[in-house]
């Protein structure tokens, strides 16, 4: 149980255009979900927090007009790069959690994204 | 800030041997700690978690102590093998929503 996906798994774009990336909870309703990145050799760094019909908590640093979370549902979440340039080429990582009072979350398998 | 530090960038061990993985942290004071595993191109995958009550948790081949006088969590995997291979990465947690992960360490059991 507690499979999350993501779709696409790879995408390559065009330098100005919006890329959008759908995280999914399989077989269980996400009441939070993340979203991620991380840079080559580098740790995972949390972009911005979703609750489902709130407005996403983004992270210090990161744009919030330039990355647009939509939590739609309790198990659809998604991530727009909006305008995308070489530099957001990184690997986006979403996961999900149900409420566990210790927070475990479970990761999706990521998209990696390429901006030519 | 918060900073998290993992002893390595990278750690080659001869299969059958005990992996040691140190996480250190500095600035806060997390009520919990995980563990995860990273294959290249895919997500992390939750091993462990100990709580700041726990001086040590163990699960199979694995074991995680915890020491917030030290500030340090460390990690351990026994008869290592060489499907241990991965990048363990720890995640110390105040108890809010948000994980905030180390730098990671990419271990790589020798066979």
């Known amino acids: 149980g507690a499979v999350v996906s993501q779709h696409p798994s790879r995408v390559i774009c065009k330098s100005g255009t919006s890329v959008k990336i759908e995280c999914r909870s399989l077989?269980?309703?996400?009441?939070?979900m993340f979203w991620y990145r991380q840079f080559p050799k580098q740790s995972l760094m949390l972009m911005a927090t979703s609750n489902e019909g709130s407005k996403a908590t983004y992270e210090q640093g990161v744009e919030k007009d330039k990355f647009l979370i939509n939590h739609a549902s309790l198990t659809l979440s998604t991530l727009t790069v909006t305008s995308a340039h070489p530099e957001d080429s990184s690997f986006y990582i979403c996961?999900?959690?149900?409420?566990?009072?210790?927070?475990?979350?479970?990761f999706g398998p990521g998209t990696r994204l390429t901006v030519l | 800030s918060q900073k998290i530090e993992q002893n390595s960038e990278a750690l080659n061990i001869q299969e059958g041997k005990t992996a040691t993985l140190t996480c250190n942290y500095t600035?806060?004071?997390?009520?919990?700690l995980q563990w995860y595993r990273q294959d290249p191109g895919r997500g992390p995958v939750f091993l462990l978690l100990?709580?700041?009550?726990?001086k040590e948790k163990r699960k199979e081949r694995l074991k995680v102590t915890f020491d917030t006088t030290l500030k340090q969590s460390l990690f351990h995997i026994t008869a290592s093998q060489p499907a241990d291979s991965a990048t363990y990465l720890c995640?110390?947690?105040?108890?809010?929503?948000?994980?905030?992960f180390g730098t990671g360490t990419r271990l790589t059991v020798i066979p």
């Open positions: 077989d269980f309703q996400a009441t939070t």
């Open positions: 995640a110390p947690s105040g108890g809010a929503n948000n994980l905030f």
């Open positions: 600035n806060y004071s997390p009520a919990y």
């Open positions: 100990i709580r700041e009550n726990e």
């Open positions: 996961s999900a959690s149900y409420g566990l009072a210790y927070n475990e979350q479970f």
